[in-house]
């Protein structure tokens, strides 16, 4: 089959999958729903659209979660949960094609409050101008370079570095982060003081333009949809803005050479039941994609990489199983599905639009109106939003955005994904 033709079929499967989440959706929306209630003697009777419900139950978890957010973000410091000294802690750093931005993240880590930090940058051979860029930063006492021996991905250089140095505590990185002073500290404390395996702050996209300012505030509604599955035991750690032990690193078997393997080395430490402490009012910024092509591109990338964990989990690719392994098949499932019901959603609240039920199909505006506003305060106080953008009215869409991305994705998979990935132009901004 041509790869034209795998394209033609990929972009007809997407408008199909499309268009039937929304006929689904607008054919369960315009249902009647009845609902009887008896107080004290006398029967009320509600009868309405079922696209009333739905988006009511909606609108109360995605406020809920909205709610936990703000409060764990707007918490206050403990001043005395930090160590400033102690064992080594690595902080590797994986460049590729890197050169314009790595000295981002090392210098930010050269003036973290904690003393014994040591910054390892993994280059990969052949790429000559980050390896230069890398050198030079290398002249620094606290920092080294290594070649990556397992040259052809992130979690090949992170796996190469690991078995190379010697530091009990590891902590990974992208070259384009800017980490907080106090990430290490804290995380130390957790893992020292509190016996946590894995230490993971907030990471957000620089807000400093259009694209970037809804990518900003797409990360700030999945960091609340997080908040929902945590009481149930699992909670997010990534490859990057991340510290862990050894033991945990090595417990799980490194990450594994995927294109999301932060999604998968988070399924690898919930299955091992491995301590994770989650601190959102720690922040880390990254860059974020600048147009709107490398927006839909990276996004892209992340949902075929979930696609692919969630193929690995059904095929039986993670140890161990049992309950757990259960718990986590079912998460991955979910978070694919609840995605492609947020396009469906959007039939339901045009059916309430339709039959005149307005302040029903206003109510997903609610948990955006609760929740950004006072997020985008406190990060424009704290520096990680330097230019406000007229998008951030577009944060509702992101949604239904997402949701799209899948059912697009998930064709692209099975029909026409030949294993490349898309890189995001990163120039420091």
Not at 86 to 99: E, L
Not at 104 to 123: K, M, P, Q
Not at 135 to 153: C, F, K, Q, T, Y
Not at 415 to 425: N, P
Request: proline content about 5%; overall charge negative; some cysteine.
């Amino acid at each position: 089959m041509s790869v034209a033709l795998r394209d033609a079929l990929g972009w007809t499967g997407s408008f199909t999958g499309t268009g039937l989440c929304l006929c689904i959706g607008a054919y369960q929306g315009i249902q009647q729903f009845e609902l009887i209630l008896e107080l004290q003697g006398f029967a009320v009777h509600v009868a309405t659209r079922s696209a009333a419900p739905t988006v009511t139950v909606f609108t109360v978890l995605a406020t809920l979660s909205g709610v936990l957010l703000v409060r764990e973000i707007h918490q206050r410091r403990d001043p005395d949960a930090r160590v400033f000294d102690g064992p080594t802690v690595a902080a590797i750093v994986p460049v590729y094609r890197d050169g314009d931005v790595v000295a981002t993240s090392v210098r930010s880590l050269l003036e973290s409050n904690y003393a014994n930090l040591e910054v390892v940058i993994v280059g990969e051979p052949g790429d000559e101008p980050t390896l230069e860029t890398a050198r030079e930063l290398a002249e620094h006492p606290d920092v080294r370079l290594l070649r990556n021996d397992r040259p052809g991905s992130k979690a090949r250089a992170i796996n190469d570095a690991v078995s190379r140095i010697d530091a009990d505590f590891l902590c990974a990185f992208d070259a384009d982060e800017r980490v907080d002073p106090d990430f290490v500290p804290a995380a130390m404390h957790a893992l020292l003081e509190e016996d946590r395996d894995v230490f993971q702050a907030r990471r957000v996209p620089r807000a400093n333009g259009p694209v970037e300012t809804l990518a900003y505030c797409e990360r700030l509604l999945f960091h609340a949809s997080y908040k929902l599955i945590e009481p149930f035991g699992f909670t997010y750690c990534r490859s990057s803005s991340a510290v862990f032990t050894r033991e945990a690193f090595e417990s799980v078997g490194g990450l594994d050479d995927l294109l999301t393997e932060d999604i998968d080395f988070a399924h690898k430490c919930f299955r091992r039941g491995l301590d994770v402490r989650q601190s959102r009012h720690i922040t880390n910024e990254m860059e974020a994609p600048h147009t709107v092509a490398d927006l839909w591109g990276q996004r892209k990338r992340w949902r075929i990489g979930h696609i692919q964990v969630f193929r690995k989990a059904l095929s039986g690719g993670f140890e161990p199983s049992g309950v757990r392994g259960l718990a986590s098949t079912v998460r991955l499932a979910t978070s694919l599905f609840a995605s492609v019901f947020m396009v469906a959603l959007v039939a339901k609240v045009a059916v309430l639009a339709y039959y005149g039920f307005t302040g029903f199909a206003l109510l997903p505006l609610v948990p955006v109106c609760v929740m950004i506003p006072p997020i985008l305060y406190h990060d424009y106080q704290a520096g990680h939003v330097r230019r406000l953008s007229p998008t951030v009215a577009l944060s509702p869409l992101i949604y239904p955005g997402f949701g799209l991305v899948t059912i697009h994705c998930t064709f692209e998979y099975f029909l026409s994904w030949d294993g490349t990935w898309y890189r995001v132009e990163k120039t420091g901004a």
